[in-house]
Structure formats: C-alpha cells, structure tokens
C-alpha cells in the first residue's frame, strides 16, 4: 500500500483516523501498532514475520546492553549490528553477491532460489539499529515495554521510505504526545503538499524519464538524453520529498514531530552542501553511528578522506544492491574529496555563486544518471551521449508534451526558486504553523486534481520503495 493509492486515501486513513481518535489514549499506541503491521501486510504478507523477528532481536539486545556493562555492553551491541545486518544482507545483497560472482566466473553457484526485497528494509533497520545504539550510549533509557520498541520500528508514516528516525528524536513522543486540532490541520496540509509533488509533478516526469532511460541504444540522442536526465532529476525530488512530506504530515495528525528530510537540495553551490539537504535523516544516520565512530574529522587528513569513502561507499550500497549504486556512493564520495582537497577555494569565491551552483547541479545531474541505469554500461553511454553530440531518430518532442513541458516548469519553481522569492510559501511547506487563508482554499484543490490524476492513471511508482 502506497500514500498515493485510493485505498490508502479512502479507506486505510480515515479507518485508522476515526478509530485511533476514538480510543482512549492509553489503547492508540497499540491501536496503531496494529494499524502499520497492516499497512505493511498489504503489500507484503508473507514479510510480516520478519518485521516481527527484528522487532524481537532489537527489543531483547536492547534489555541486554542496557543490563550490561564494559566490555560485554560492546558485545551486545555488536550482536545486534551484526544481526540486523545480517537480515539486511540476506534479503537485499545476496541476489547481488551470487550475480556478481557468476559474472566473474560462469556457474559457480547453480540453483540459486532467487530472493524477494522486502518493502522498506534498509529503512526499517537502520531505526532498529538506531534503538540499541541509543540505549548503549545512554542516549535514552531502555524500552522496557515491546510494544513501544514496535512501534517505533513499524510505525506506518515513515515505514516504507523514512524519513530514518533516530529513537533518541522521538523516545517521548512514543509514551506522551498530545495532538491539538491545529497540529491535526498542519499534518493535513503538509500531506496534502507532499501528495500533489508526487502525483502532479513526480508521475508525468517518471512516465518521460522511463520512456527516455528505455530507449535502445540506437535511439537515444543527445537533446533526448538531456531531457531525460533532467526529467529524471526532478523526478527522484519531487517523488521522494513527496513521501517525506506526506510521512511527516501523517506523524504530525498522530502527534508525532518527525525530523525534516529536504531543504531544497538543488539551489546547493557544493556537493557537501547538497547532502545536507538531500535526505538529510540518512545523512545525519550515517554522521552520527558511522563517520563519528570511525574517527571523523578528527584523525588527519588522510584517515578523514578515508573516512568520507567509507562512508559514501556505504551510502551507495545502502541505496540498492547493484554496481551503479556502489558507483554513485563512489562518484558522491569523490566529488566531497575533491571539494576538501581543492576545490573549496574556488567555490567560496565572492561572485562564484552561480558558477558554483552550476557546478553542483550538472555534477548531482550526471549522478543520477548512473542511479537510474539499469547497468554500468548503460549508465557510461548515457553519460557520453549527453556530452557528445548524437542525432536520434526521434524529435525530442516526442517526449515533450505539453503536459512534460508544463510540469517541468513548475518543478523548476518549485524546487526552490519560487521558495526564495516567496519566504511565506516555503514556510508553508515546511515548520511554518500558521495556516493562511489561500492555504484554505488551495488545499481542496490540490487534492480534487490528485484525485483526478489518480483515478486517470495507474502509473504510480515510489522510487524508494525498493530501498
């Protein structure tokens, strides 16, 4: 079940609405448990069981390292990392080990039972993990109560595709949270903003770039590959801060106060600067349980380089279980690098803003291309026929309707542009808690036309679902 769906609008929401306000407060948590192992059996039935054993392993490491001390509190922390990684690792990367191993020597394993991805793992158990390192770190005190550390990990909102909550963010809120009818009006308009990102500007641009991307060889051109890259560009945003938007306004009717995801990533004059607005929940995560305990900044020059690779390396296989995305961890990684080594200099400079900001762009832009390649060699002649001149059989308006040429342009104002000019308009989307009256009356709108393009087309995808 996706936020987008007509199920989830009409049926699951209201449902889950109407009962969760019913009850007395000490039975919604529980209410709601329930209600997310729901959400996630829609669309994975048989996975439900594996949610369940994360939830047991976390919740039982967690008594464990709170019980223990010194050196045997290490251990039982490294058991749980181990554990979680383990399940992370079987079910996302070992189609792509044996794959990568009978690339480099043909029928080495045979008979290979292929294995379904999970919706939403990598999300689900970095939050687990996050739990019994917070515990370790004396953070926060243990949860003794399982139904709490469930929760915590199922928790429907940011279930499938985060934003990836930290337990030390949100440890309170789980046990005493309040929801006025004003925090309940904030969440709708936030969601109801997050949806029509999605559905209004994602979709058209997805059904372009998956068009362009599925093209053969001999029918890809250069203006065409440019579209495509730049559909696809705005398409992963708007599909993605779509989702966080609408996770964080569905907390925020539950009471809940989840961290911020986006803050306009592409107005960025750095790489460095870009991944601190773009998903900036995995970001943190991987600053504060990876980049800080391997040493950080702090050991030399040469081990905080390493450090940085190690981390966007990570970062890449975190992503997706292919080499494109160990790739673009990489590419991301070099760039960051190249920025601390030398590059500084020259995008600090008075009166460089735009060159800088160009830099960024066209760098995160050719990235993506790789992200979106089904292959490495594909991703390659992407990338070359963008920047060396190549005729194709097809008219790039082939592609560029009128519907692609109208929402391009509205992405492109709002990814940041029109955000700048207008304060007020950016408040709205993110922690302004005032509600305007044009807000009042765009709402309904926005929403009667997501209906429309939803009861009008079964394209629907969210690009991290499968992450």
Same mark, same amino acid.
């Given at each position: 079940m996706i936020f987008s769906s007509m199920v989830f609008l009409w049926v699951f929401l209201p449902s889950v609405l109407f009962i969760y306000f019913l009850l007395r407060?000490?039975?919604?948590?529980?209410?709601?448990?329930?209600?997310?192992?729901?959400?996630?059996?829609?669309?994975? +039935?048989?996975?439900? #069981?594996? /949610?369940?054993?994360?939830?047991?392993?976390?919740?039982?490491?967690?008594?464990?390292? =709170?019980?223990?001390?010194?050196?045997?509190?290490?251990l039982m922390t490294a058991l749980d990392i181990v554990l979680n990684l383990l399940l992370l690792g079987y079910f996302k990367y070992a189609n792509f080990l044996v794959d990568s191993i009978n690339c480099l020597n043909p029928g080495t394993i045979r008979d290979f039972a292929r294995i379904a991805l999970p919706i939403g793992i990598s999300f689900y158990t970095f939050q687990? /993990?996050?739990?019994?390192? =917070?515990?370790?770190?004396?953070?926060?005190?243990?949860?003794k109560n399982p139904l709490m550390v469930g929760l915590y990990i199922t928790c429907f909102p940011q279930l499938i595709a985060? +934003?990836?909550?930290?337990?030390?963010?949100?440890?309170?809120?789980?046990?005493?949270?309040?929801?006025s009818l004003h925090d309940f009006a904030v969440g709708i308009r936030r969601f109801v903003f997050g949806l029509a990102k999605k559905v209004?500007? *994602?979709?058209?641009?997805? &059904?372009?770039?998956?068009?362009?991307?599925?093209?053969? +060889?001999? $029918?890809?051109?250069?203006?065409?590959?440019?579209?495509?890259?730049?559909?696809?560009?705005?398409?992963?945003?708007y599909d993605f801060s779509g989702y966080s938007d609408m996770a964080i $306004?569905?907390?925020? /009717?539950? $009471?809940? !106060?989840?961290?911020? @995801?986006?803050?306009?990533?592409?107005?960025?004059?750095?790489?460095?600067?870009?991944?601190?607005?773009?998903h900036i929940s995995l970001s943190t995560w991987f600053k504060e349980y990876l980049y800080i305990p391997l040493g950080g900044n702090r050991c030399g020059n040469a081990r905080t380089c390493? @450090?940085?690779?190690?981390v966007f390396l990570v970062t890449g296989i975190w992503h997706g279980a292919a080499w494109t995305f160990v790739f673009w961890g990489i590419y991301h990684g070099a760039f960051i690098l190249a920025e601390r080594v030398f590059l500084k200099k020259y995008l600090d400079r008075p009166g460089w803003a735009f060159i800088s900001h160009c830099y960024a762009l066209? &760098?995160?832009?050719?990235?993506?291309?790789?992200? !979106?390649?089904?292959?490495?060699?594909?991703?390659?002649?992407? #990338?070359?026929?963008?920047?060396?001149?190549?005729?194709?059989?097809?008219? *790039?308006?082939?592609? /560029?309707n009128p519907l692609v040429l109208t929402v391009l342009f509205f992405a492109l104002l709002f990814c940041g542009l029109l955000q700048r000019w207008i304060p007020r308009l950016k408040n709205a989307l993110h922690d302004d808690d005032r509600i305007g009256v044009w807000e009042v009356l765009l709402l309904p709108v926005l929403l009667f036309c997501c209906i429309v393009f939803l009861a009008a087309n079964t394209y629907n995808p969210f690009i991290y679902f499968r992450f």
């Open positions: 407060i000490k039975y919604r948590n529980l209410f709601l448990l329930l209600a997310s192992l729901i959400f996630y059996a829609w669309g994975e +039935p048989c996975y439900i #069981l594996l /949610m369940l054993v994360s939830i047991g392993i976390n919740y039982t490491c967690g008594l464990l390292v =709170d019980r223990a001390e010194g050196t045997k509190r290490k687990a /993990m996050s739990y019994v390192i =917070d515990v370790y770190r004396k953070d926060c005190p243990v949860q985060g +934003p990836i909550v930290k337990y030390h963010d949100v440890s309170q809120q789980l046990e005493n949270r309040n929801c209004l500007i *994602a979709n058209p641009l997805a &059904a372009a770039a998956d068009q362009i991307f599925g093209l053969a +060889p001999s $029918g890809l051109g250069t203006s065409i590959a440019w579209l495509g890259a730049v559909c696809y560009t705005f398409q992963i945003y $306004g569905l907390g925020r /009717m539950f $009471g809940f !106060r989840f961290p911020e @995801n986006f803050n306009y990533p592409y107005l960025s004059r750095s790489i460095k600067e870009f991944w601190t607005r773009w390493l @450090n940085l690779i190690i066209l &760098a995160v832009i050719c990235g993506w291309v790789f992200f !979106r390649a089904e292959t490495l060699r594909q991703g390659l002649y992407y #990338l070359r026929v963008m920047f060396v001149p190549k005729e194709s059989p097809f008219h *790039a308006g082939v592609f /560029m």
